[in-house]
């Protein structure tokens, strides 16, 4: 049974830093491109990057370049999210969610529970 | 970039009515194109992919269609299960990219 189990919620202050994790299993976790999802309160849905993990080919979409780092480590199928400097602006749910195909970029058929981050001094 | 305009925003029907959403991109992307489900608290599912497959397990009522720039996700007949916000979503492999729609709020009359 193909699987994302993201960490838990996190509740942080501005210009702390932080980085959220999405472990796969089921599945040859290499061979597939794991993207993050944003959504904050009330709005819809964002895409940030991609990473494959087999190289850490990583792609990030323009709003989200320089503002988060997005890696992965193949040998435990985890893949993760990062930010240096956390803003209020940051507060939102965050999925990490698998590509349907091998290699290929294509539509998330397993999302992970979501992790909410909560920014506030 | 790539622009996906979703209509409308949020409707309102009947139980047994038929619902029809549409998505355009602002340029040609093929049937590269796919549909979710997000009920509230919950993850988004994926229903349709690559315009107009249905995802193992989703019932048939759900159906998309369209290519190039224009797209259509039909409920055929809404069932009160059915709300939720629905969104479309473009991809790219050259280079890898991902796009989503504005979502459309769908809820029961």
């Known amino acids: 049974e193909v699987q994302l189990v993201q960490s838990g919620a996190e509740l942080k202050r501005p210009g702390e830093s932080l980085k959220i994790s999405c472990k796969g299993s089921?599945?040859?976790?290499?061979?597939?491109?794991i993207g993050w999802v944003r959504q904050m309160p009330g709005k819809g849905l964002e895409w940030m990057g991609i990473?494959?993990?087999?190289?850490?080919?990583?792609r990030y979409s323009p709003s989200f370049q320089g503002q988060v780092t997005i890696s992965a480590d193949k040998s435990i199928s985890t893949a993760y999210l990062q930010w240096s400097s956390l803003k209020a602006s940051d507060t939102a749910m965050y999925y990490c969610?698998?590509?349907?195909?091998?290699?290929?970029?294509?539509?998330?058929?397993?999302w992970g529970q979501g992790t909410m981050v909560t920014v506030s001094s | 970039d790539i622009q996906m305009t979703q209509s409308p925003s949020s409707l309102s029907a009947s139980v047994g009515d038929r619902v029809t959403i549409t998505c355009q991109a602002s340029?040609?992307?093929?049937?590269?194109l796919n549909w979710y489900q997000q009920k509230p608290g919950k993850a988004p599912k994926l229903l349709i992919y690559?315009?107009?497959n249905l995802e193992t397990g989703v019932p048939s009522r759900f159906s998309g269609s369209g290519s190039g720039t224009d797209f259509t996700f039909t409920i055929s007949s809404l069932q009160p299960q059915d709300i939720a916000t629905y969104y479309c979503?473009?991809?790219?492999?050259?280079?890898?990219?991902?796009?989503f729609g504005g979502g459309t709020k769908v809820e029961i009359k």
């Open positions: 990473i494959y993990p087999a190289d850490s080919d990583t």
């Open positions: 089921g599945y040859s976790f290499t061979s597939y491109w």
């Open positions: 690559d315009a107009s």
């Open positions: 979503q473009q991809y790219d492999n050259l280079p890898p990219r991902v796009t």
């Open positions: 969610a698998r590509h349907k195909f091998p290699d290929l970029v294509g539509a998330f058929d397993f």
């Open positions: 340029q040609d992307i093929s049937n590269y």
